[in-house]
């Protein structure tokens, strides 16, 4: 059973403070990792994806792969009030990339 | 610019009904999937289509579930015979090629009383 899993949180981050939020993956051969974020009520977007080991950095999100271990990571540098969402790591599947195997998603509380 | 639209945004049916909802992806997106979600869950698998081509449905899909992309376009996703699992907020989304760098739409929430 393939299977993708996530604290749930909800993880409380003081305002300014980096929050870092962890998922493993079951799949060996998995080759793509999404990280989405989802307001409550929205639908799920796209605000990070890595393909390699090591770390990945885009404005104040960093993604962290690690292949051996079948970790994946996401930290929020500086965190905001607006940052308060529910983040989903996402597994795409060898043989489509597009077809996502998501985590529960962990909940992130971001308090001024 | 357009991004993917769903419709409708909230269907509220009695069990045993039939439902369709619609799909209108990013246009010159040539992949369209559909997802479920429930509360506390991550997104759920249910197929996609490669222009009007369905390549995969998943296996917890019931025979009760069609989806349809006729002219590579738009998609519609009808529910026969609805049973109150069926409850879940749908999700399309569409992206160009291989890859999960999905632009989803805002969601079609269906109640089955």
């Known amino acids: 059973q393939k299977e993708v899993e996530q604290n749930s949180g909800p993880l409380s981050v003081p305002e300014g403070a980096i929050a870092s939020l962890n998922c493993t993956y079951s799949?060996?051969?998995?080759?793509?990792f999404f990280w989405y974020r989802q307001y409550s009520g929205k639908s799920p977007e796209l605000i990070m994806f890595?393909?390699?080991?090591g770390d990945k950095e885009d404005g104040r999100f960093t993604a962290q792969l690690n292949k051996a271990s079948q970790y994946v990571s996401l930290l929020i540098r500086d965190s905001q009030p607006s940052d308060s969402a529910t983040y989903l790591c996402?597994?795409?599947?060898?043989?489509?990339?597009?077809?996502?195997?998501f985590g529960a998603g962990t909940q992130v509380v971001v308090t001024p | 610019d357009t991004g993917v639209s769903q419709n409708p945004r909230h269907k509220i049916t009695k069990r045993g009904q039939n439902v369709t909802f619609r799909c209108d992806p990013i246009?010159?997106?040539?992949?369209l999937y559909w997802y479920r979600q429930t509360l506390g869950q991550g997104p759920e698998f249910l197929t996609y289509?490669?222009?009007?081509?369905?390549?995969?449905k998943s296996r917890l899909l019931s025979d009760r579930f069609s989806a349809e992309r006729p002219k590579g376009s738009f998609s519609t996703l009808e529910i026969q015979r609805t049973e109150q699992g069926d409850s879940a907020m749908y999700l399309c989304?569409?992206?160009?090629?291989?890859?999960?760098?999905?632009?989803f739409g805002e969601g079609s929430r269906l109640t089955v009383l």
């Open positions: 289509f490669q222009n009007e081509a369905q390549l995969e």
């Open positions: 996402a597994v795409g599947s060898t043989d489509s990339w597009g077809k996502l195997q």
């Open positions: 890595i393909y390699s080991n």
């Open positions: 989304a569409s992206t160009q090629g291989n890859t999960g760098e999905l632009f």
């Open positions: 246009s010159e997106h040539n992949r």
């Open positions: 799949d060996r051969g998995s080759q793509s």
